[in-house]
């Protein structure tokens, strides 16, 4: 199983642009969908962004489509979302998560495995 570690948080102003890094230990990192999850202060967890195994397809949540990017390099066992446009309501603790399947598809419950988080402050 994979450990995940999220890097890239920080303080940016609306408009602004972060990349958000998640890198993962083991050798089956190729084997795994990823996803980036983020959660606001007194909200539940939400998906925002899922990346095939071969990075080859990707699936945004409504609301980032256009701004954010998640891509991987499995060379290097690491995931990126890049984010453009921020916008106040972006301000979260982003999470990476992985899972053993095929499917981009899955909601939350369905990722077993995730990082500790990385805090986004969007100003506005």
């Known amino acids: 199983q994979v450990q995940l570690v999220e890097s890239g948080g920080g303080l940016v102003q609306a408009g602004g642009s972060l990349r958000l890094s998640c890198a993962a230990s083991g050798r089956t990192f190729g084997s795994y969908v990823m996803g980036w999850f983020r959660q606001a202060p007194g909200k539940e967890r939400e998906f925002v962004a899922s990346?095939?195994?071969?990075?080859?397809?990707?699936y945004y949540k409504d609301s980032v489509k256009g701004r954010f990017t998640m891509s991987r390099d499995n060379a290097k066992n690491t995931v990126y979302l890049q984010m453009n446009s921020l916008k106040p309501e972006d301000t979260a603790v982003y999470f990476c998560?992985?899972?053993?399947?095929?499917?981009?598809?899955?909601?939350?419950?369905?990722?077993?495995?995730w990082g500790q988080g990385t805090q986004v402050t969007v100003s506005s």
């Open positions: 998560a992985a899972r053993a399947s095929s499917s981009i598809f899955g909601r939350r419950d369905d990722y077993p495995t």
């Open positions: 990346i095939s195994r071969t990075g080859g397809t990707t």
